[in-house]
């Protein structure tokens, strides 16, 4: 599906949908949880649905089997969640016009969570109740047959973006102004295609929707053909989220992707749930810029975020000398130590970060300069104006690489270097105000990369 047939997609439903709930009266925050849940619901089914005769398959074949598996065990295995028939949108769909549709939803988000025990309490239930008004038990049929207009063939992260639209548009209904924060999947599969995430622990302790982590799985699943690695496949994730409800959808969109790990809800200044310092192979991330209000106090300490140096405090006294809290005056540095650190020796990382990073002064580029002598950036990339869906700010790409600061090849060939790529001009244009990268765009600039890394042999490839 192209950036248009998408956006036409996104409108089209937002219309149908929002004239569904000013006919009913409803405030837009009592109708997002139960509108994202069927969104869910619709896109489940779709992933289910292309599965579902392999799974019958698997089934028959083994029915003599000693050890045969149940349905409900193969599904895991072939899809990363089972719906049974009662959860099945279109099962929904054609339940007879009577029937108590809400009652009928929640059951099968129930069966959904039974089955799926990683999303126990992330999925709308009791919510489709309060689509019924007195004199009206229809709307909950009506927003099934409004999704139903999901086109089959949809992939990737369109759960995510459709997601992040109608998110954003409850924002802005509530007068909460701009919506989530989402990365363009240009710049996602730019940044996947970078570090390469072949197969180990990918973590990001931004997650927002999961994004990073759907384009993680698609490059494995379109590599690994090539890589003639089975194990190529084994990709755990791990994720944390501040946001409750955010946390909610990057669990969805794993379920819905088939992907394996673990979403949490964390504040990744003064939480570590996953025990970062060293564990990861990946790191992916576009985390909150020029954050000021972390606490100074908290963190300094914190291996995570002072091994290449933390940005001095400053005192935030609001004319309160005696309520004085020490603040970190800029938390980027605080995000590009956390990406640093968070990596095994071996591991590689990619971060969307504000340029103002870049030539940051003062303690931040004390820090900048250890992570140089340190040889961990390996390249740094220029993202063109208006990249973004909900915001137009200037951003760069940051890679790391840890490998090559320990492996003598790599010391030679790229030690005391780093790649600089001015994409600024490399871009097309989808709408006035919002561009992205081509696929051709892509594997261009991860040419660039790769032959900087001295593997000409994947120029032939090509």
């Avoid at 899809?79 to 549709?101: H, Q, R, S, V």
């Avoid at 409850?170 to 710049?187: D, N």
Wanted: one cysteine or more; charged letters at 30%.
């Amino acid at each position: 599906m192209t950036a248009e047939q998408l956006k036409e997609l996104e409108d089209n439903l937002w219309k149908a949908a929002d004239k569904l709930r000013a006919d009913s009266g409803l405030k837009a925050s009592e109708y997002s949880t139960p509108i994202l849940g069927l969104i869910f619901l619709r896109f489940a089914s779709i992933r289910y649905g292309k599965v579902k005769e392999e799974i019958k398959a698997e089934l028959e074949a083994q029915k003599n089997s000693r050890n045969q598996l149940k349905e409900e065990e193969i599904a895991l295995l072939k899809c990363g969640f089972y719906l049974p028939p009662e959860a099945e949108y279109d099962y929904l769909l054609n339940l007879p016009e009577k029937t108590d549709i809400a009652k009928a939803i929640k059951k099968a988000m129930e069966l959904i969570e039974y089955y799926k025990p990683e999303l126990k309490d992330s999925l709308p239930k009791d919510e489709y109740f309060k689509l019924y008004t007195k004199d009206d038990r229809s709307l909950p049929k009506s927003l099934l047959k409004i999704f139903k207009d999901i086109p089959e063939d949809v992939t990737g992260d369109l759960f995510g973006k459709v997601y992040e639209y109608f998110l954003g548009e409850f924002a802005l209904a509530e007068g909460q102004g701009g919506g989530a924060f989402y990365t363009p999947t240009s710049v996602v599969k730019l940044m996947v295609e970078m570090i390469e995430p072949y197969k180990g622990t990918l973590y990001d302790p931004a997650c927002g929707s999961g994004g990073m982590f759907v384009q993680s799985n698609e490059f494995v699943d379109r590599r690994r053909a090539e890589l003639r690695d089975e194990d190529t496949k084994d990709l755990m994730v791990y994720g944390g989220e501040k946001d409750t409800e955010t946390v909610k959808l990057a669990r969805m969109n794993l379920a819905v992707n088939g992907l394996r790990g673990q979403i949490v809800q964390a504040n990744a200044y003064y939480e570590n749930p996953f025990d970062s310092y060293g564990r990861f192979d990946y790191v992916m991330a576009n985390p909150p810029f020029n954050v000021d209000d972390v606490n100074y106090d908290r963190v300094k300490d914190d291996r995570r975020f002072n091994e290449y140096g933390i940005p001095k405090n400053k005192s935030k006294s609001g004319g309160n000398k005696q309520a004085a809290v020490n603040s970190v005056p800029n938390a980027n540095y605080l995000w590009i130590n956390l990406f640093a650190t968070s990596l095994k020796p071996t591991g590689r990382a990619a971060l969307v970060m504000a340029n103002s990073a870049s030539d940051a002064r003062h303690s931040e580029a004390d820090i900048r300069q250890n992570l140089i002598k340190s040889g961990v950036i390996d390249c740094m990339l220029t993202l063109p104006k208006n990249m973004f869906y909900t915001v137009t700010l200037p951003a760069t790409l940051w890679f790391f690489d840890k490998n090559k600061c320990r492996n003598q090849n790599l010391q030679d060939l790229r030690m005391n270097k780093i790649l600089f790529i001015d994409a600024r001009n490399i871009f097309r244009q989808v709408t006035r105000a919002l561009r992205e990268f081509t696929d051709e765009h892509i594997q261009n600039i991860a040419t660039i990369m790769r032959l900087y890394r001295g593997e000409n042999h994947r120029l032939q490839e090509l």
